[in-house]
């Protein structure tokens, strides 16, 4: 049995992506107490008024965001860890195509897991790489 993974440009980017989510998140400045003090300059209309219109609900949002977002992309790649190829072992007649199941829930690769984090950040240009962006 092979058990030297096969290069996979699809997986590199989705952890190249995920990657940049959580260093990026993890730049961002905490928001927690910042949004207490601007809870105390909403408006009669419900709005602090900065920049732009935040709504009390855009606050709530903001106090837990980083967080959250840190929270979520280490579950993306906890998850892209678990759920990756394996050579399946068995007999073939395609050598250099190998049929490949998952190393955590062992369905043929691509794996459903695999599959719902492509759906969700595979075809997007990677956090932080667009124009304007750090």
């Known amino acids: 049995m092979n058990t030297e ?3 996979d440009p699809e997986r590199d980017r989705l952890r190249e992506r995920l ?3 959580l260093v990026n998140t993890e730049k961002a400045a905490p ?3 910042e949004t207490r003090r601007l809870q105390g300059l909403i408006n009669r209309e419900g709005y602090v008024q900065v920049s732009a219109k935040l709504a009390r609900e855009d606050l709530l949002f903001l106090s837990t965001a980083r967080e959250e977002l840190l929270a979520l992309a280490s579950l993306g790649l906890r998850l ?3 759920h990756r190829p394996r ?3 068995g007999i073939t ?3 250099r195509n190998p049929i490949l199941r998952c190393r955590s829930c062992m ?3 691509p794996c459903p897991t695999y ?3 492509r759906e969700c950040f595979g075809d997007r240009t990677p956090y932080g790489s667009g124009t304007g962006t750090a």
Request: charged content about 30%.
């Open 87 to 89: 050579d399946a072992g």
């Open 107 to 109: 369905w043929r690769w």
């Open 115 to 117: 599959r719902a984090i």
């Open 93 to 95: 007649s395609d050598t």
């Open 31 to 33: 928001w927690g107490a």
């Open 19 to 21: 990657e940049a989510v």
């Open 5 to 7: 993974e096969p290069g």
């Open 80 to 82: 892209l860890e678990l």
